[in-house]
């Protein structure tokens, strides 16, 4: 994959937005894979953890936007405990997420869920998948 | 001896299979688990986000709720709700400005700078009873239980909230160890169940299960012990799933602590639930032996 950086990307609101939310360093990691390696669903995602981070310190907003992998997270912590370097990725996810939920799209329509599974699963569920996934 | 106890929206309907036998356990222990007055709901998971402070008022506010009772330590059943608790609180102690953000959001609360300890039961067996303590209240050892200790997420991760080691914790083969039973440490034991993933892609959380069931049953494991509502529910649905597709893969019985813990100390099945429980486990814990219920237990506690 080719990508084109520019200092403009570097610049932009998106990469502004995920570290003020996130109170990450993104330039912190060294894209060792740690998070990639330890995730239970990274074989589920379509851009792995590690590649998140790069897109999101180069500015790739649309690169983002376009994969699935911020809505697979669960927010494990495997790949947060598991870094060398110290840096949270699950707070970087957390803010991908919100910068998309906060423009009221959200990922799951609460009406969407049949009503057999709202009896079924567990409160926890419901409440964390719904603030998980819901702006 | 009375202590605080949160016990959080599940396990007062999907999770009674959690919570009464451990309240009957710690009484048998002699220690009431006193339910907290006024408790709402910690809001299952915790805010990842720096500017999102009203998410953290729901914890909080529960964690108040024991300061106004003079208590210093609050007992949790749930793991979700451990964590949520517990970072909050941490939040609470250690970020000055975002404290007294919160603080002055809830002015009609009495201030709060993280006085209250969020604890876990397992926590309280391990460090107030004491492993050897708890195996000479034990009426009925598990003994030829081989029990697989499912950890999850939440009892260990963030590393700052960790009830035990992140990599190799031991509290769950302490705690079988004390009922007579026999723990199979497996290596996926901390591996993630799905966890809320089942809201939004219910398909996938087989997957999520298999390499769990796979390496406690290659183990040798016939039996999963876990702490978790959202594990037990994830991992139950899973396996079932996995059974239905897949000829050959054998049913293991998924147990909470807190209903082994009953079992042991004699409390018998009553209390324990187990039509709540996923599968059929009494006829397994028949054919164990396990399913006696024996005289009372002298208590621990004063």
């Known amino acids: ?135 | 001896m009375s202590l605080a106890y949160y016990p959080g929206c599940t396990l007062k309907t999907k999770a009674r299979n959690l919570e009464e036998p451990a309240v009957a356990s710690m009484e048998a222990l002699g220690f009431k688990l006193d339910e907290l007055p006024r408790w709402n709901c910690c809001g299952a998971v915790y805010s990842l986000a720096e500017d999102d402070l009203i998410h953290q008022v729901a914890p909080v506010r529960n964690l108040i709720r024991a300061k106004e009772q003079g208590k210093d330590e609050l007992v949790t059943l749930c793991a979700f709700c451990f964590n949520t608790l517990k970072r909050a609180n941490l939040l609470m102690k250690e970020d000055a400005e975002k404290r007294n953000t919160i603080n002055s959001f809830m002015n009609e609360e009495v201030d709060y700078s993280g006085e209250v300890k969020a604890v876990h039961l397992l926590e309280v067996l391990r460090d107030d009873i004491g492993w050897e303590a708890l195996s000479q209240k034990v009426k009925l050892p598990l003994r030829e239980l081989k029990a697989a200790p499912y950890y999850g997420c939440t009892l260990l991760r963030p590393r700052e909230i960790a009830i035990d080691s992140v990599e190799d914790p031991a509290i769950l083969r302490e705690f079988l160890k004390a009922l007579g039973a026999s723990p199979v440490d497996f290596p996926e034991s901390t591996r993630c169940c799905g966890s809320y993933q089942v809201v939004s892609s219910p398909d996938a959380i087989a997957e999520y299960a298999r390499p769990i069931f796979n390496s406690a049953l290659s183990h040798g494991a016939e039996a999963m012990i876990l702490t978790c509502p959202l594990c037990d529910y994830n991992l139950g649905r899973g396996q079932k799933e996995l059974i239905e597709k897949q000829s050959g893969f054998r049913e293991m019985p998924i147990f909470y602590f807190t209903q082994l813990l009953a079992l042991a100390l004699g409390l018998g099945p009553q209390v324990c639930h187990f039509e709540l429980n996923h599968g059929s486990p009494e006829s397994f814990l028949k054919e164990k032996n396990l399913l006696s219920q024996v005289e009372s237990v002298q208590p621990i506690g004063g």
Not at chain 1, 76 to 99: H, K, Q, W, Y
């Open chain 1, 1 to 135: 994959m080719f990508v084109t950086v520019s200092s403009k990307r570097l610049r932009r609101e998106f990469v502004k937005k995920v570290k003020e939310l996130s109170g990450q360093n993104l330039q912190l990691c060294y894209q060792c894979g740690m998070c990639t390696g330890n995730c239970p669903a990274a074989a589920n995602m379509d851009v792995s953890p590690r590649r998140i981070i790069e897109l999101a310190r180069l500015g790739l907003e649309e690169d983002i936007a376009n994969s699935k992998t911020v809505w697979i997270c669960a927010s494990c912590l495997a790949c947060t405990v598991n870094c060398p370097r110290g840096f949270d990725l699950s707070r970087v996810m957390e803010a991908i997420r919100l910068l998309t939920l906060r423009k009221n799209i959200d990922h799951v329509r609460p009406e969407d869920i049949p009503p057999q599974e709202r009896c079924e699963l567990p409160q926890i569920a419901m409440v964390s998948g719904l603030r998980k996934f819901t702006g």
